[in-house]
T-cell receptor
Framework: NAGVTQTPKFRILKIGQSMTLQCTQD?????MYWYRQDPGMGLKLIYY???????DKGEVPNGYNVSRSTTEDFPLRLELAAPSQTSVYFC??????????????FGPGTRLTVT | GDSVTQMEGPVTLSEEAFLTINCTYT??????LFWYVQYPGEGLQLLLK?????DKGSNKGFEATYRKETTSFHLEKGSVQVSDSAVYFC????????????FGSGTQLTVLP
């Protein structure tokens, strides 16, 4: 059981380049999330999905796009990279059911530098 | 909007010292509260949680009590170890919000032998 996996671990982009951060979970979770973590800051939600085919914006969606064609995968797309997108990106997933709170499981992160 | 305020770090303690990391929140209604821990080079892991007022979450010697009257969820441990060195995040969640978490800014803890 791998949990939440992310690729790549590290990436350096030039301004204006594009890339896709991959995220896969094998826990059959229906909720998935993308966060960014800037130095000395908490995590900010970029986008989330409550199931295949359904996505919605979080707190900081500008400059990003997502898709959710399967339960397992939730890629994050950067179309025109900017220095402000230099950050560590975390994907997470959780189970939804009833009114109880369920923990989010996080991937190991992708460290992205835009120069 | 909802927010979480954490005690600023970094915090440096000697092994076996007592730890408190303060966390207060602002929210309408009654969110669930969490502490997540991030070890160097890793993603976040759930440390403990509490879902209603006066609940106490506990795990690995850490404890936190959901105090509605003071809107707080302070993290404590009686005797820290070097292996507890990590960044600790307080977070809240509303069940009707697709389980979205609102995080505090994190507190870096370093425990010296």
């Amino acid at each position: 059981n791998a949990g939440v996996t992310q690729t790549p671990k590290f990436r350096i982009l030039k301004i204006g380049q594009s890339m896709t951060l991959q995220c896969t979970q094998d826990m059959n979770h229906n909720y998935m999330y993308w966060y960014r973590q800037d130095p000395g800051m908490g995590l900010k939600l970029i986008y989330y999905s409550v199931g295949a085919g359904i996505t919605d914006k979080g707190e900081v969606p500008n400059g990003y796009n997502v898709s959710r064609s399967t339960t397992e995968d939730f890629p994050l797309r950067l179309e025109l990279a900017a220095p402000s997108q230099t950050s560590v990106y975390f994907c997470a997933s959780s189970y939804s059911g009833g009114r109880s709170s369920y923990e989010q499981y996080f991937g190991p992160g992708t460290r992205l530098t835009v120069t | 909007g909802d927010s979480v305020t954490q005690m600023e770090g970094p915090v440096t303690l000697s092994e076996e010292a007592f730890l408190t990391i303060n966390c207060t929140y602002t929210a309408t209604g009654y969110p669930s509260l969490f502490w997540y821990v991030q070890y160097p080079g890793e993603g976040l892991q759930l440390l403990l949680k509490a879902t209603k007022a006066d609940d106490k979450g506990s795990n690995k010697g850490f404890e936190a009590t959901y105090r509605k009257e003071t809107t707080s969820f302070h993290l404590e441990k009686g005797s820290v170890q070097v292996s507890d060195s990590a960044v600790y995040f307080c977070a809240l969640e509303f069940s009707g919000s697709a389980r979205q978490l609102t995080f505090g800014s994190g507190t870096q803890l370093t425990v010296l032998p």
